[in-house]
């Protein structure tokens, strides 16, 4: 019986040998650099650990001097975050719809051009071509855009973009913004143009008359898995994007906090003042920021 | 799945996907063509600047078009030796490798994996294809600190491999590949079993040539990834002779402050466009591949 049983397991396990044979590199470079390093950070958040020594557990410390203690976080690095990610994801989220919505009206060529205008930007990303921006933000009455505004009469002398906390954070959003349109906006394209024409006719039979009523009835309930998708890639896109302004400004801190975000924030502890256990825990609020974002996505766009 | 949409136009024109110029479609372009003409101008901006000679890098008033095109900044940069000692062919030799081995490494362990959740029957096919959902939300800046431990650990610091390794297991590639190869027909696969082919030839044989527009989507991404990286430079090597042509780009500006201005600008901007070119050239020769490779994205 026993010997029965475990032929056939083994038989089961040769089966399979195979698949698991397939898998295996995914599944080990995916645990060692993706769900390691989140347990890692989960584990690290409950300690004090300095990179010399050997982490001691602190229990809920790391977390307690965060949310009552840490006036940085507070007053700038939070609502510098839920700012920048509210208008770079959903905001930018809504624009990749909108303007997938119009590129589905118009032909091919066309279509293909624009497209392919729109994508280029975040090939590069906005990290890569910091150098580009600076350039184009410049401080003194060289730099681009305040050569531009000078001549327009519009400033009367040229402005520390990058430099002053009033302006950062918008150059910030529009920089991210301008390379946003990568692979969920593509995706949602291509299920708008999915979509079964038959569909848009039987709405109209069905008393749909207007193409917001279109948009509402038609379109999004028939791409809802692109749309979840290109929710997620949104979301992930406005947090990882959170190095622009120390790229931009070209400091950690950046000038008086003002372009600082979450990602700066476990960067600024983690590798400048060495407070690792510190720097997990603010991970770890990140990945519950995340979270929360694709939860609220998840509601609004799974099907069941 | 392609429709008959020679039937559509019967009834009311959606006016989704048509086929040549209506007015209606006027509006659109109102839109469109400033906002492109917009999103454009840094990349327009890019190839001028590139080309400027040094008196229109520097003049006053500035001008964003070149006037005269040289390519003095770009024999600049390649003459230059950086800081240590480092001449810059080597870091863009050391992009091209790294990039090279990063998109075949990644569209090889992405595609076996994703035959393997599509088409072979396992015990946690559907485990592990729900965690790597799950990981398409993940942020990997939010894990800097545990991944550079990890990679300590492991011994990769300031070695070749650490720039490739950490960049393989792309849970969006694996995602769109799995989606990809199940519209494949199974019908295929079994006669191919039938005739005695093993899982390899039929993965090697079968599903590679099938899924060529999936494999052209993971391989820009793989690419866009590697080729655009700064942060692995940065954070995981200290010695020059490894690192990459684009965190070489990052630190031209810092380190030519002061008197070397004028001339940084110029290589700087030489320099991005060797950077951003590359991406634009396998985006247009792939772009068809990708299109259709994203009807299958959805997220169900």
């Given amino acids: 019986m026993q010997t029965e049983w475990r032929s056939q397991l083994s038989r089961q396990w040769r089966k399979e040998a195979s698949a698991y044979g397939f898998i295996a590199p995914y599944a080990v470079l995916f645990a060692i650099f993706i769900a390691i390093p989140v347990l890692a950070a989960f584990l690290l958040s409950f300690t004090f650990f300095d990179s010399i020594q050997p982490p001691q557990f602190n229990g809920l410390l790391n977390y307690i001097v965060l949310l009552t203690q840490d006036d940085i976080f507070m007053r700038y690095v939070l609502p510098n975050t839920i700012q920048f990610a509210v208008l770079v994801g959903p905001g930018g989220?809504?624009?990749?719809f909108l303007l997938a919505w119009m590129l589905a009206q118009l032909p091919r060529t066309p279509r293909t051009i624009f497209a392919l205008i729109l994508y280029s930007p975040s090939m590069t990303g906005g990290v890569a071509m910091a150098v580009v921006w600076q350039t184009l933000f410049s401080g003194d009455q060289n730099g681009y855009l305040n050569s531009f505004l000078l001549s327009l009469n519009l400033i009367q002398a040229p402005i520390q973009w990058l430099q002053s906390p009033e302006y950062l954070m918008t150059i910030m959003i529009i920089v991210t913004l301008w390379s946003s349109m990568g692979v969920g906006f593509l995706a949602m394209l291509a299920g708008m143009l999915d979509i079964n024409p038959e569909l848009y006719e039987a709405g109209a039979l069905d008393g749909v008359s207007s193409r917001w009523q279109e948009i509402i009835y038609i379109t999004i309930p028939s791409m809802k898995p692109q749309m979840l998708f290109g929710a997620v890639m949104a979301i992930v896109g406005a947090f990882q994007a959170g190095t622009i302004g120390v790229a931009l400004s070209g400091s950690n801190p950046t000038p008086q906090y003002a372009g600082q975000l979450i990602v700066n924030h476990i960067e600024d502890y983690g590798f400048l003042r060495y407070e690792m256990g510190y720097a997990a825990a603010v991970s770890v609020v990140?990945?519950?920021?995340?979270?929360?974002?694709?939860r609220l996505a998840n509601r609004l766009f799974r099907e069941d | 799945m392609r429709r008959k949409r020679w039937l559509s136009y019967s009834l009311r024109d959606s006016g989704m996907n048509p086929r040549g110029f209506h007015?209606?479609?006027?509006?659109?372009?109102?839109?469109?063509?400033?906002?492109?003409?917009?999103?454009?101008l840094p990349i327009v901006f890019i190839f001028s600047h590139a080309f400027k000679p040094p008196e229109e890098l520097f003049a006053y008033p500035p001008r964003f078009f070149v006037v005269r095109p040289t390519l003095k900044n770009f024999t600049d940069l390649f003459a230059r030796i950086s800081t240590s000692e480092v001449p810059v062919s080597r870091y863009l030799f050391n992009s091209v490798l790294v990039t090279l081995l990063t998109v075949l490494a990644s569209v090889g362990v992405g595609s076996t994996a994703a035959f393997a959740l599509s088409k072979k029957r396992f015990r946690l096919k559907n485990t592990l294809f729900a965690i790597n959902t799950v990981a398409l939300m993940f942020v990997p800046v939010a894990v800097t600190i545990?991944?550079?431990?990890?990679i300590q650990q492991l011994g990769l610091l300031n070695t070749f491999w650490v720039h490739i390794l950490p960049a393989l297991a792309m849970p969006v590639g694996l995602f769109l590949l799995k989606q990809f190869m199940d519209a494949l027909p199974n019908e295929m696969i079994e006669a191919a079993q039938i005739?005695?082919?093993?899982?390899?030839?039929?993965?090697?044989?079968i599903i590679l040539p099938l899924t060529r527009p999936a494999l052209a989507t993971i391989a820009i991404l793989a690419f866009q990834a590697s080729w655009n990286n700064v942060d692995t430079s940065a954070m995981y090597i200290n010695d020059e002779q490894l690192k990459t042509?684009?965190?070489?780009l990052s630190s031209l500006t810092s380190t030519t402050a002061g008197a070397n201005l004028v001339a940084g600008q110029g290589m700087a901007a030489a320099a991005s466009l060797i950077v951003f070119l590359p991406n634009l050239i396998i985006f247009i020769l792939l772009q068809s591949q990708v299109m259709s490779t994203m009807s299958h994205s959805g997220l169900k």
Avoid at chain 2, 23 to 40: D, H, R
Avoid at chain 2, 195 to 205: K, P, R
């Fill in chain 1, 93 to 96: 989220y809504v624009l990749a």
């Fill in chain 1, 286 to 294: 990140l990945l519950l920021m995340v979270l929360l974002f694709n």
């Fill in chain 2, 23 to 40: 007015p209606s479609q006027i509006k659109f372009y109102l839109v469109l063509v400033p906002l492109a003409a917009f999103m454009l």
């Fill in chain 2, 146 to 150: 545990p991944r550079f431990l990890i």
């Fill in chain 2, 195 to 205: 005739d005695g082919a093993s899982d390899l030839q039929i993965y090697w044989h």
């Fill in chain 2, 245 to 248: 042509f684009a965190f070489y």
